[in-house]
């Protein structure tokens, strides 16, 4: 088992930024891809951004991509979001997950933390 556990989010005024983060435990970290996933009231729950356990293979959602940027750090058994030029759009409950492989589909994910809000005040 993977246990996550996402930390950073809160009230941002458009423009700003925040960075989340996401701490793992129970397993080697850096035998897991890594993702950030989100999903807004109402709608389906969609990849934001994956990369692999090297760090050398990243993915981001058009949406975001040139705004946010992940990483990790193996030895932290971390990873993070860094979230810059956020807009109201980004509005969400954010997610990080893990996998063996990762991919885009939310259902190949297998381990998931509990959430956190990330609000964004026009």
């Known amino acids: 088992q993977v246990q996550l556990v996402e930390s950073g989010g809160g009230l941002v005024q458009a423009g700003g930024s925040l960075r989340l983060s996401c701490e793992a435990s129970?397993?080697?970290?850096?035998?897991?891809?890594m993702g950030w996933f989100r999903q807004a009231p109402g709608k389906e729950r969609e990849v934001v951004a994956t990369?692999?356990?090297?760090?050398?293979?990243?993915y981001y959602a058009e949406s975001v991509n040139g705004r946010f940027t992940i990483s990790r750090d193996n030895a932290k058994n971390t990873v993070y979001l860094q979230m810059n030029s956020l807009k109201p759009e980004d509005t969400a409950l954010y997610y990080c997950?893990?996998?063996?492989?990762?991919?885009?589909?939310?259902?190949?994910?297998?381990?998931w933390g509990q959430g956190t809000q990330v609000t964004v005040s026009s």
């Open positions: 997950a893990a996998d063996p492989v990762g991919g885009l589909r939310v259902g190949v994910w297998d381990y």
């Open positions: 129970g397993r080697t970290f850096s035998n897991y891809a």
């Open positions: 990369i692999n356990w090297s760090g050398s293979a990243i």
